[in-house]
């Protein structure tokens, strides 16, 4: 399984990236997806993540609103848009990917989904978002 995430850049503070990560060697069947940040001397956060057992995603509240993710199942790919970024939106963006028991249920739009247990990550993008 291989994740390539790319669209990271510089934008200035009220401006939009759209990332993308395509994932391959990896079945949309039963799965986790998201995106994850780190910004420096941070944790790594989930920012938003998305799975099979239920359609809506997770978004941490400092991007809820703000931030939009999707997922196309036949192209293989997951994407992020942000809108309205923010200086503290800086970081190191990962996209992240773990293949679920059929079984599993999350409660919709519940963190757990991006506390699954990753098991595939992508190297970063690096977004810079200038004030």
């Known amino acids: 399984v291989q994740l390539q995430a790319f669209g990271g850049g510089l934008v200035q503070a009220g401006g939009s990236l759209r990332l993308s990560c395509a994932a391959s060697g990896f079945t949309f069947d039963d799965y986790a997806i998201g995106w994850f940040r780190q910004a420096p001397g941070k944790e790594r956060e989930g920012v938003s993540c998305?799975?099979?057992?239920?359609?809506?995603?997770y978004y941490a509240d400092s991007v809820k609103g703000r931030f939009t993710i999707s997922s196309d199942n036949a192209k293989k790919t997951v994407s992020l848009q942000m809108n309205s970024l923010k200086s503290e939106d800086t970081a190191v963006y990962y996209c992240?990917?773990?293949?679920?028991?059929?079984?599993?249920?999350?409660?919709?739009?519940?963190?757990?989904?991006?506390?699954?247990?990753?098991?595939?990550w992508g190297k970063g993008t690096l977004v810079t978002v200038s004030s």
């Open positions: 998305i799975s099979s057992s239920d359609g809506t995603p």
């Open positions: 992240a990917a773990v293949v679920l028991d059929a079984s599993t249920w999350y409660e919709p739009g519940s963190e757990d989904v991006c506390k699954s247990g990753m098991d595939y």
